[in-house]
């Protein structure tokens, strides 16, 4: 069984540190013992600094929690895994984009059927980005790659209230699709790149 421990990658990375002769040989070690091609989705929840102010931490808690208990089983019926959630962000893993796409789907979904019997200060928004790309996945716990930085861009930063942004490599693997997408031109640190958003 691989070890694919938050220690293990540690114990790497000091080795690699500490003997720079062999950077090239820890280095593939880390891949193979880490890597895997994923899609890889990132929900940032809407509006949650000014609801926090507002209401205090206990009530922001209280929506996390009831995130967790809509999104966590849709993604699981999804055949994806929760790997972390910061703060009002959730991270998940897909072996495939188009379940990833419609797990986002079925949150949204979730979310807005959860609203009707709501106040508005307790609604639940979202915006989500998707990646797909080779993810250096730490056992259940964390996640890294630059598919991973580009979806939790386009989740947090650049997708608005309710909707779905994909990469432009997400978006290549999107083989059968029951959606529309329309094509974004993105600015992402300092760089024009292409996104597209489900309509």
């Given amino acids: 069984m691989t070890d694919n421990t938050r220690s293990r990658l540690h114990q790497l990375l000091q080795e690699r540190i500490e003997h720079p002769e062999r950077e090239s040989e820890v280095d593939k070690l880390i891949h193979q013992t880490f890597d895997q091609d994923c899609a890889i ?92 790309g080779t993810t250096l996945i730490i056992g259940d716990s964390d996640l890294y790659g630059s598919e991973m930085n580009l979806a939790s861009k386009l989740g947090e930063d650049m997708a608005r209230q309710n909707e779905i942004l994909l990469t432009e490599e997400a978006f290549k693997q999107l083989h059968a699709s029951n959606h529309s997408w329309e094509q974004l031109s993105v600015p992402i640190s300092g760089l024009e790149l292409i996104a597209y958003a489900l309509r």
Avoid: C, W
């Fill in 41 to 132: 989705l990132v929900l940032d929840l809407s509006g949650f600094s000014r609801l926090t102010i507002r209401r205090g931490i206990i009530h922001f808690l209280a929506m996390l929690h009831r995130m967790s208990a809509i999104a966590d089983p849709l993604i699981l019926h999804h055949k994806g895994r929760v790997i972390k959630q910061e703060a009002d962000n959730l991270f998940a893993v897909f072996p495939e984009v188009t379940a990833a796409v419609d797990a986002a789907v079925d949150i949204l979904k979730g979310f807005a059927a959860v609203n009707t019997g709501l106040p508005d200060d307790k609604d639940l928004h979202a915006s989500i980005g998707i990646g797909y």
